[in-house]
Nanobody, 115 residues
């Protein structure tokens, strides 16, 4: 059974940083591309970053230069380092394989950027 468990969210002031983690089990992690998505209240879920099996990364324009996606194949974990956070980054953040599989979504982790 595939499980993706996100953690690391919280309340942070504008300009602050957070590091999200996603622990993956039930799949051959090193063989799949991964992505981080987010969903803000009243908005559709959006893809913010991806990382291939080989470590190549891609970012949405809204987070480019501020967020960094990374993976540790030994730990079956993908990370999202978020710097210079803005109130508009407030959302529930989810990881998934890339392209996303509908039946793999986890609970997500809430990120709130507010003073």
């Amino acid at each position: 059974q595939v499980q993706l468990v996100e953690s690391g969210g919280g309340l942070v002031q504008p300009g602050g940083s957070l590091r999200l983690s996603c622990a993956v089990s039930g799949i051959m992690f090193s063989r799949v591309a991964m992505g981080w998505h987010r969903q803000a209240p009243g908005k559709q879920r959006e893809l913010v970053a991806t990382i291939t099996r080989g470590g190549s990364t891609n970012y949405a324009d809204t987070v480019k230069g501020r967020f960094t996606i990374a993976r540790d194949n030994a730990k079956n974990t993908v990370y999202l380092q978020m710097n210079s956070l803005k109130p508009e980054d407030t959302a529930v953040y989810y990881c998934n394989v890339y392209p996303a599989q509908d039946n793999f979504w986890g609970q997500g982790t809430q990120v709130t950027v507010s003073s």
